[in-house]
């Protein structure tokens, strides 16, 4: 097993860095820190190319290793913690680096590599959970190291919901925690023995709670981690139903926009 976690100076980076290596350890999974060296790309004004010094690529990627090495360092990173540069922007390499290493998640700030923000995610984090090719662990820069408090679940009938809740109970399991599920009661929401159907479909016994909720979902969910003491939100990329927006579920970009623990975002499996 293998996490990949995009690293930068910026503080939702470092926080992520942090929730990765603490997870890795847990996890037993070997880590890898990604830093991504976005080569500079030509200006233009008024529809005439300007001159750009293009730096060679292997200075530019001898400078990506220094700074990845003094972050890995200023984290306490453990020595076996493999360090990659790679040339292109964050998403991209991130992406790449997790399909190549066949990763069970990538780790990235809320807030992106140094990119310009979207509304409520940053485009690099936002990217990733939509197109990614595994689950996106998206940690704000105030999160907390994953400590022994429960792995919180949003489930809903969607496909979304049952692969979220199948990769949480495999994460609640190997750490040892307990898996906290959590519904919002609606029109269309599932009952208890709904939801109780859904986690024995999972087939995990993990220790778990089952909590139903009233009011608007990702406020539902965000207070009840905070009330509850998650140390993780796991959550579908696809949202519920109608609120699904674009392609990352309009739920799901909420929870982890505002969440001020680790959210895991987990896409349903494409039909074939």
């Known amino acids: 097993m293998t996490i990949v976690c995009g690293v930068d100076h910026s503080p939702g980076a470092r926080a992520a860095a942090q929730i990765a290596i603490g997870l890795s350890g847990r996890l037993g999974s070997r880590l890898v820190l990604v830093h991504a060296v976005q080569l500079p790309l030509p200006s233009r004004e008024m529809g ?14 001898e400078a990506g290793a220094t700074r990845l090495e003094e972050i890995a360092k200023e984290l306490g990173a453990p020595p076996e913690t493999a360090r990659e540069v790679r040339i292109g922007g964050a ?12 990763a069970e998640l990538v780790a990235v700030g809320s807030r992106g590599l140094g990119s310009v923000a979207a509304l409520v995610l940053g485009s690099v984090s936002r990217s990733l959970a939509i197109r990614g090719p595994c689950p996106t662990l998206i940690v704000p820069a105030s999160a907390s190291p994953v ?3 429960p792995i919180m679940c949003a489930v809903d009938a969607g496909d979304g919901a049952r692969a979220a809740l199948a990769k ?10 307990q898996l906290l599920l959590v ?32 009011g608007e979902p990702a406020g539902a ?11 993780m939100i796991v959550v579908g990329s696809r949202g519920r139903g109608a609120l699904a927006a674009s392609v990352l579920g309009s739920v ?9 623990c680790p959210v895991l975002v987990v896409r349903a499996p494409r039909p074939n």
């Open 48 to 61: 005439v190319a300007q001159p750009t010094i293009f730096e060679p690529v292997d200075r530019m990627r």
């Open 91 to 102: 998403e991209e390499v991130i992406a790449t680096a997790a399909e190549e290493l066949e």
């Open 183 to 214: 519904t919002v009661e609606a029109d269309d929401a599932p009952s208890s023995a709904g939801v109780e159907r859904l986690v024995d479909e999972a087939g995990r016994g993990t220790r778990q709670k089952i909590a139903l909720l009233r």
């Open 252 to 260: 799901s970009a909420s929870v982890a926009g505002r969440a001020s």
């Open 221 to 231: 969910i965000v207070e009840a981690a905070e009330a509850h003491g998650a140390d």
């Open 147 to 149: 400590g022994d408090g």
């Open 168 to 177: 949480a109970a495999e994460v609640a399991e190997r750490l040892g925690l």
